[in-house]
């Protein structure tokens, strides 16, 4: 059973396909500048300046990261250790005060490392919806290619902007060589 | 590619004049601080002398080490960053000659060792008398000198040469052969800094040693050069040099490379208090014992502070490091930090009884960093501000951050 044979009602978004890179980052532009916000690029490489072709603001990632490091590494290590030298276990090691911060500065540095990879992690994972067991665009045949050789533009239905009709004219517009309506 | 508007350095530019004289002004405000001095065998002087001294010539060696990586790892980015980095580390063969107050201030400077009345009654001076002796000490100065001043010149000669050929092959293999020269140019680097860090800083105090003082030197002056580097580009670019080749995407790795080395920096200065704080032994903790008291805890603290936490979190936003005054007042910044740091190094010995700035310092401060950048301008005017024919220019020039 073809895909093409069955018609619903709502379009999960339109999917045009385009043969190199610097298609693809001119089309993006355009795409941009007509004013679409949910839509997304797929390439099989990282396309150098092609978040500033799509006019994406910069990644949060790095706050998320931040806030993990400082709230969940830095301040609770350090007062954990803290804690344990002056209330917990009280006991002189190596004739040093109880409060002997130096000891302490190593274990913090890892733990505030460690969280901050890790806040980067969830962040990334977070912010991209990650994991997700099923999308709608890989019911394309011909987007399986996006790891291999192609280069795709995917404009969802959710977008204000979009028309089925005429988002599918605007994109054949750009020089796409195939452009297709994906079911939800 | 550039054009020549933006590679050249033109023979009416109002900075050409600042060569000559800066290089007069400093040499004669060393001489004041000389003159001002009014201390017991001049060693205010001669400790001020050391302390900016070892500041000039670490931003020259940090910038050899930038140079010799940037071969090492066949950089492109870099490239038009470097000609600058080359025209600062062409002042050692100048710094070198400006050691001599400094040999000829030993006795003063290095008296707790090189006092033969004090090693006759010291054992461990005299279990490191086969090291520790004037004779060595000054062989090993010259061998030091002498290298950093061949390096300095024979790199930027090199690259300077570059500039007039014009076969692409004949260019690709000249760059070959730059890379294969620098491998062995980091090892003598290495070797040499770590041993001047040992003869002329760590030997103030005989008794005491880190086996992680050249790495604390070479923290310090790689992370001095790149704050330079940052910051006489955008003066460079305010005066109408260099043109637009320079753009935010080089800045941004220069603040990421001095934010970087802050960093290591830090690591490098807590690693070494550290052990020497856990273990807790006499002759090691003699250093910092000096240093915790008599007012220097204060400067102690205010490295913590102003070479570590307000760095960190000011350098590390991206947009700090891609706006030009934000980031020249980093890397600004940093260069006084530098010196807190030499001082800190350096001064406890001579003022133990607490921190005394006084005119001596300042005046052989501003006079040798004044007599670096005079030679610096003046290596600046003698080739094209950018390496004109390096086969990665231009891979440089539209060089992108990702």
Same mark, same amino acid.
């Given at each position: 059973m073809s895909s093409a044979t069955i018609t619903t009602a709502k379009p999960f978004g339109?999917?045009?396909?385009?043969?190199?890179?610097?298609?693809?980052?001119?089309?993006?532009?355009?795409?941009?500048?007509?004013?679409?916000?949910?839509?997304?690029?797929?390439?099989?490489?990282?396309?150098?300046?092609?978040?500033?072709?799509?006019?994406?603001?910069?990644?949060?990632?790095?706050?998320?990261?931040?806030? &993990?490091?400082?709230?969940?590494?830095?301040? +609770?290590? =350090?007062?954990?250790?803290?804690? $344990? !030298?002056?209330?917990? /276990?009280?006991?002189?090691?190596?004739?040093?005060?109880?409060l002997s911060w130096q000891a302490f500065i190593p274990v913090t540095f890892e733990v505030s490392v460690l969280l901050g990879a890790v806040?980067?992690?969830?962040?990334?994972?977070?912010?991209?919806?990650?994991?997700?067991?099923?999308?709608?665009?890989?019911?394309?045949?011909?987007?399986?290619?996006?790891?291999?050789?192609?280069? &795709?533009?995917?404009?969802?239905?959710?977008? +204000?902007? =979009?028309?089925?009709?005429?988002? $599918? !004219?605007?994109?054949? /517009?750009?020089?796409?060589?195939?452009?297709?309506?994906?079911?939800? | 590619m550039p054009t020549a508007a933006e590679t050249t350095f033109p023979a009416d530019h109002s900075w050409r004049k600042l060569g000559p004289i800066a290089l007069v002004v400093g040499a004669v405000l060393v001489g004041a601080a000389f003159g001002v001095d009014g201390s017991e065998h001049h060693g205010d002087f001669y400790f001020s002398y050391l302390v900016g001294w070892m500041y000039v010539v670490t931003l020259a060696l940090g910038a050899m080490f930038f140079t010799l990586v940037q071969h090492a790892g066949r950089a492109g980015w870099s490239v038009v960053v470097?000609?600058?980095?080359?025209?600062?580390?062409?002042?050692?063969?100048?710094?070198?000659?400006?050691?001599?107050?400094?040999?000829?201030?030993?006795?003063?400077?290095?008296?707790?060792?090189?006092?033969?009345?004090?090693?006759?009654?010291?054992?461990?001076?005299?279990?490191?008398?086969?090291?520790?002796?004037?004779?060595?000490?000054?062989?090993?100065?010259?061998?030091?000198?002498?290298?950093?001043?061949?390096?300095?010149?024979?790199?930027?000669?090199?690259?300077v040469?570059?500039?007039?050929?014009?076969?692409?092959?004949?260019?690709?293999?000249?760059?070959?052969?730059?890379?294969?020269?620098?491998?062995?140019?980091?090892?003598?680097?290495?070797?040499?800094?770590?041993?001047?860090?040992?003869?002329?800083?760590?030997?103030?105090?005989?008794?005491?040693?880190?086996?992680?003082?050249?790495?604390?030197?070479?923290?310090?002056?790689?992370?001095?050069?790149?704050?330079?580097?940052?910051?006489?580009?955008?003066?460079?670019?305010?005066?109408?040099?260099?043109?637009?080749?320079?753009?935010?995407?080089?800045?941004?790795?220069?603040?990421k490379l001095t934010f970087a080395f802050t960093v290591f920096w830090t690591y490098i200065a807590f690693s070494q208090y550290f052990l020497i704080w856990y273990a807790n032994i006499p002759e090691e903790t003699s250093w910092y014992a000096h240093r915790m008291g008599n007012s220097w805890e204060n400067v102690g603290l205010l490295l913590m502070i102003g070479h570590f936490i307000v760095p960190f979190f000011f350098l590390m936003p991206r947009t700090i490091k891609r706006i030009r005054w934000t980031l020249a007042l980093g890397c600004a910044w940093m260069l006084v930090m530098h010196?807190?740091?030499?001082?800190?190094?350096?001064?406890?010995?001579?003022?133990?009884?607490?921190?005394?700035?006084g005119a001596t310092d300042f005046l052989t401060w501003f006079g040798l960093f004044s007599v670096f950048f005079g030679v610096f301008i003046l290596n600046a005017g003698r080739a094209a501000l950018v390496p004109l024919k390096d086969p990665r220019l231009k891979e440089s020039v539209n060089f992108v951050n990702i």
């Open positions: 339109a999917l045009a396909e385009f043969g190199n890179p610097a298609e693809l980052y001119h089309a993006c532009e355009k795409v941009r500048d007509e004013g679409f916000s949910v839509w997304d690029a797929h390439t099989p490489f990282p396309v150098h300046g092609l978040e500033d072709a799509m006019g994406a603001p910069r990644s949060k990632v790095p706050w998320i990261s931040l806030v &993990f490091a400082l709230f969940g590494g830095t301040i +609770p290590a =350090f007062a954990l250790q803290s804690w $344990v !030298a002056v209330e917990g /276990s009280r006991q002189v090691i190596s004739g040093k005060p109880m806040g980067a992690l969830l962040g990334m994972l977070m912010i991209n919806r990650l994991p997700q067991l099923y999308h709608s665009l890989f019911r394309s045949e011909r987007f399986e290619r996006f790891s291999d050789d192609k280069f &795709f533009i995917s404009i969802e239905s959710r977008d +204000p902007k =979009f028309d089925a009709e005429g988002t $599918v !004219a605007f994109l054949q /517009s750009l020089g796409s060589s195939h452009v297709e309506l994906v079911e939800d | 470097r000609r600058t980095a080359e025209n600062m580390m062409a002042t050692l063969p100048v710094l070198a000659l400006f050691f001599i107050p400094i040999f000829l201030g030993r006795h003063e400077l290095y008296h707790h060792w090189m006092d033969a009345k004090i090693v006759a009654s010291d054992a461990i001076l005299q279990g490191k008398e086969a090291y520790l002796n004037e004779g060595f000490w000054t062989g090993r100065a010259v061998f030091y000198l002498v290298m950093w001043g061949f390096l300095g010149m024979y790199f930027r000669g090199r690259s040469k570059q500039d007039t050929m014009t076969d692409p092959a004949a260019i690709e293999e000249f760059s070959r052969g730059t890379e294969r020269r620098s491998f062995v140019s980091i090892a003598v680097f290495a070797l040499t800094i770590t041993f001047a860090g040992i003869d002329w800083i760590m030997t103030l105090d005989p008794h005491w040693y880190s086996t992680m003082w050249g790495v604390y030197l070479f923290a310090g002056a790689f992370m001095s050069a790149l704050a330079f580097l940052g910051l006489i580009h955008i003066l460079m670019q305010k005066a109408g040099l260099v043109g637009r080749i320079i753009n935010d995407e080089h800045y941004h790795d220069l603040g010196y807190v740091d030499m001082q800190y190094m350096i001064m406890p010995v001579h003022a133990h009884h607490g921190v005394h700035l």
